[in-house]
């Protein structure tokens, strides 16, 4: 593989940093946990705890680049990450992405490169006990608080009756298209992440039944009343942990039912602007 990436750099800010297209991080968490990396002796910030991860590759994408660094550098089967993010430090023509992920039971993780000395789940609230990477010191506080598990639970029949692409002659195709739209979507813009990479449900009713699921959409079909089955749908996700849940609609009555139920509201021209 082309490796060319590896190689220091300044950025704008002056710094020198390590990765001629940018570097990328995962932070990795379970129940409260984080997995951290204990560096080599031999290494940048010897013996100091950070992140798995390392120099991009010349057009390699942020989360490609933490998954293989992470399985480079660990005993670490990334397939079981289930990523949920991007937060990224831009420093003028250099930048370091956190790929922010979990997964559902915690596996133990060991070292498996020269770079990496120790390997260690570490409760969140005990990392700054730890000697840290400097890097990793500075933009913990920030990516900390993105150990969230967005998910978006759209209205469809709200999000499209609010444009003007005659849905009203056919609701079946309409909706179609709004899940193919949403499905390629490469990442959403939703705090705290700067790219995020939520769960997806469209809630669909009436004439929009049975669009079946798209690549990335679950689609589910209200057998009643829409709004039940969007209310419902909040319940069983705002009891997981880290879920951050919002339901994309302009519905007042829906609104206050999804935020009693726990959830956050968007609404449609903030999904329609994304897509
Ligand atoms: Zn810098």
Same mark, same amino acid.
């Given at each position: 593989?082309?490796?060319?990436?590896?190689?220091?750099?300044?950025?704008?800010?002056?710094?020198?940093?390590?990765?001629?297209?940018?570097?990328?991080?995962?932070?990795?968490?379970?129940?409260?946990?984080?997995?951290?990396?204990?560096?080599?002796?031999?290494?940048?910030?010897?013996?100091?705890?950070?992140?798995?991860?390392?120099?991009?590759?010349?057009?390699?994408?942020?989360?490609?680049?933490?998954?293989?660094?992470?399985?480079?550098?660990?005993?670490? =089967? %990334?397939?079981?990450?289930?990523?949920?993010? *991007? @937060?990224?430090?831009?420093? #003028? &023509?250099?930048?370091?992405?956190?790929? !922010?992920?979990?997964?559902?039971?915690?596996?133990?993780?060991?070292?498996?490169?020269?770079?990496?000395?120790?390997?260690?789940?570490?409760?969140?609230?005990?990392?700054?006990?730890?000697?840290?990477?400097?890097?990793?010191?500075?933009?913990?506080?920030?990516?900390?608080?993105?150990?969230?598990?967005?998910?978006?639970?759209?209205?469809?029949?709200?999000?499209?009756?609010?444009?003007?692409?005659?849905?009203?002659?056919?609701?079946?195709?309409?909706?179609?298209?709004?899940?193919?739209?949403?499905?390629?979507?490469?990442?959403?813009?939703?705090?705290?992440? =700067? %790219?995020?990479?939520?769960?997806?449900?469209? *809630? @669909?009713?009436?004439?929009? #039944? &049975?669009?079946?699921?798209?690549?990335? !959409?679950?689609?589910?079909?209200?057998?009643?009343?829409?709004?039940?089955?969007?209310?419902?749908?909040?319940?069983?996700?705002?009891?997981?942990?880290?879920?951050?849940?919002?339901?994309?609609?302009?519905?007042?009555?829906?609104?206050?039912?999804?935020?009693?139920?726990?959830?956050?509201?968007?609404?449609?021209?903030?999904?329609?602007?994304?897509?």
């Amino acid at each position: 593989m082309d490796r060319d990436g590896d190689q220091f750099v300044h950025c704008g800010l002056g710094h020198r940093h390590w990765g001629k297209y940018g570097a990328a991080g995962l932070l990795l968490h379970h129940g409260g946990t984080v997995l951290l990396q204990q560096r080599s002796a031999l290494s940048l910030g010897p013996e100091t705890w950070g992140l798995f991860g390392g120099a991009r590759e010349r057009d390699e994408p942020p989360v490609t680049a933490a998954l293989r660094e992470a399985a480079e550098e660990s005993t670490l =089967d %990334v397939g079981v990450v289930r990523v949920r993010g *991007i @937060v990224s430090e831009d420093h #003028r &023509g250099w930048s370091y992405d956190t790929v !922010v992920g979990d997964v559902e039971s915690r596996p133990e993780v060991a070292p498996a490169s020269w770079e990496s000395k120790d390997a260690r789940w570490v409760p969140a609230g005990e990392v700054t006990d730890m000697n840290l990477f400097p890097a990793f010191a500075i933009s913990w506080p920030k990516v900390r608080d993105a150990m969230r598990r967005p998910v978006l639970i759209v209205d469809t029949a709200n999000v499209m009756g609010s444009r003007n692409d005659g849905w009203w002659r056919d609701r079946h195709g309409a909706a179609t298209r709004l899940r193919d739209q949403i499905d390629a979507v490469e990442g959403f813009r939703l705090p705290p992440f =700067d %790219v995020a990479f939520p769960e997806l449900v469209m *809630i @669909v009713e009436g004439k929009a #039944r &049975g669009i079946g699921d798209g690549e990335h !959409v679950r689609v589910v079909t209200a057998e009643g009343e829409g709004d039940d089955t969007i209310v419902d749908t909040v319940r069983q996700y705002a009891g997981v942990p880290d879920a951050d849940v919002y339901v994309i609609t302009a519905d007042r009555e829906l609104k206050r039912r999804s935020q009693e139920a726990g959830a956050s509201i968007l609404g449609p021209r903030w999904l329609l602007g994304q897509l």
